[in-house]
């Protein structure tokens, strides 16, 4: 538990300084991603954010490895509140009222997902098949890289409305949900015999590879959304898609098997049909800025 909030605090705090140094940046593209790295690796704000992550990264690891997938996900996406209040406070984002109600509801919908678990019967899963891992990875990575840029060209026309990044957001949601699962898949050969056996089982895993391709991709797709939509509506979706990806396809892939209580039952597959409705149903584009109201004419002066 203690693991999890900290890496709450430290994906929090690592998002909020790297959109804080991206606005400082000319803009990046993912058709530059040479370009894109040279640009943030010279922010060393960038840099303290990349090294908070790397740090939430590896408290991510410590959890996995004693919390169930579901339980994991639910304590993850209870950092959002943190979020928000980072990005109001150090970036001066502003949340609607329908954005609000969305985050809260999301929140809610987690919160059921935790009220679900059962810490006497739920297990943790050591191992999943490696054919069942890429037959659920693969086609989510495509899946993401396809949704990532259909959301750039449309984002590309002219006199489209501002996107709030909720495209970006699941796009790179998918692929952090990949990178979640390998992180599972990782800790789970940790556990294997001394350090060198370890090493052996992890390199043989396909893990390590899914890291390597997640870890490229997302870090481009991600720097980029982040520059141009607000972090306290993006990072949430991306949460939300990667943990519900991680608990639902997870708890399959690692046999971690579904409460047999239907009330506990109930609860996890009703927070999770609310949390996919709420992010069906969030807004796709910013409002636009109000039009400049025209100077009152200057009145006439008459001679008397």
Known sequence: MAAALLANALYSTGFVLEKRALGALPQVSVRQPLRLLRLVLGSPLW????????????????VYRTLPIAAAQGIFVSGLVLLVLLSARLLGEETTGRERYALGAILAALLMVVLSLDEGSDTVSRDAPYALVLTICLPSLALGVWLYRSAERRARHRHRLPTTGVEYGVAVGLLYGVSSLAIKGVSSRLTVGGI?????????SPYPYLLLFTGAFGLVMSQAALQRCRASLIVPVCTTVTSLFTAVLGTLAFGESLPDDPVRLALRLSGTVLAVGVL????KHDAPPPAPQPAAPAKELTPP
């Open 280 to 283: 069906l149903s969030m807004p």
């Open 47 to 62: 840099i303290g954010g990349s090294l908070s992550l790397a740090a939430g990264f590896a408290a991510q690891l410590a």
């Open 196 to 204: 060198g056996d370890a090493a052996v089982a992890v390199l043989r």
